[in-house]
């Protein structure tokens, strides 16, 4: 398989493509600076802006044909919404959500042409569930899952498979993003969130980006395909509990595991 990793520099990408390469996959590592790329074991190593035109159609030109995209390209930022830069909302969609949709447009009428592909879009915990100071990532990653539910669709039909990927808290996370408007009366509600991943994981702490590689490779070498895959115990408790419960008795469980009473 020819696997297309957006987003490959660091953390999760680059994980994904030492897994994927591991199991021989040709892998073309892409990233907006190229010079991440480095030391990731890949076929073909990319300069990709997944929010710019000319630099998709520049990369798929020299990707080759691709068998499996997985769209991994994104930023997190964070802060109460009432303080939210619009601006870094309309960067987090045009990243996480609208680069996505680019990329699947660019590959799919090659996969649609072949008869097969897969598409992997990694999504979060926070693409079902919001958390507080956390709504611009969430609101991307929620539009994110809403595409990939009419591709699992639309593109079905042509044997092309569409595959949510849902990380819980992973080490290392992303890189590191401003956090916007903390100042009081939100910062009381910032110490009480911050160091939820300590909570919900305990002494273990926050399993290696690895976990997602190996399920990425699971979810496209499985011979029992499904939509959405949890990576984490913190992601498949958090989503299990969410499916199960009403709002209320949700909000409840959260704020007790956590201890807030903001």
């Known amino acids: 398989m020819r696997v297309l990793i957006t987003g490959a520099g660091r953390a999760i ?32 190593r990319l300069e990709l ?58 590959v799919t009428p090659g996969m649609r042409d072949r008869g097969r592909g897969v598409i992997v879009n990694v999504s979060s915990v926070n693409g079902r569930v919001s958390a507080p100071l956390e709504g611009a990532y969430a609101a991307s990653k929620f539009a994110l899952e809403a595409l990939s539910e009419s591709l699992h669709f639309e593109l079905g039909h042509f044997g092309i498979r569409t595959v949510i990927v849902e990380p819980g808290y992973i080490a290392p ?53 499904r939509l959405r895959w949890p990576v984490g115990a913190d992601a498949e408790m958090i989503l299990a509990a969410r499916a199960q419960l009403d709002d209320e008795s949700f909000e409840a469980a959260m704020r007790s595991t956590l201890g807030m009473d903001w």
């Open 13 to 44: 990408g680059a994980a994904t493509a030492a897994v994927l390469h591991s199991r021989g996959c040709e892998v073309v590592a892409t990233a907006r600076d190229v010079g991440l790329l480095g030391d990731v074991p890949a076929a073909l």
């Open 49 to 106: 802006d997944v929010t710019d035109d000319g630099s998709v159609a520049a990369c798929m030109a020299a990707a080759g044909e691709i068998d499996v995209l997985v769209n991994n390209a994104a930023i997190a930022e964070a802060g109460p919404l009432e303080r939210y830069p619009l601006d870094r909302l309309r960067a987090a969609l045009e990243t996480n959500t609208i680069g996505a949709l680019r990329m699947v447009q660019a």
């Open 173 to 225: 996370g992303m890189k590191q993003s401003p956090r916007w408007g903390l100042e009081a009366p939100y910062d009381e509600l910032a110490d009480q969130w911050w160091g939820a991943d300590s909570k919900l994981l305990g002494e273990d702490g926050r399993p290696g980006p690895e976990i997602v590689g190996e399920a990425i490779w699971d979810a496209i070498t499985t011979d029992s395909p």
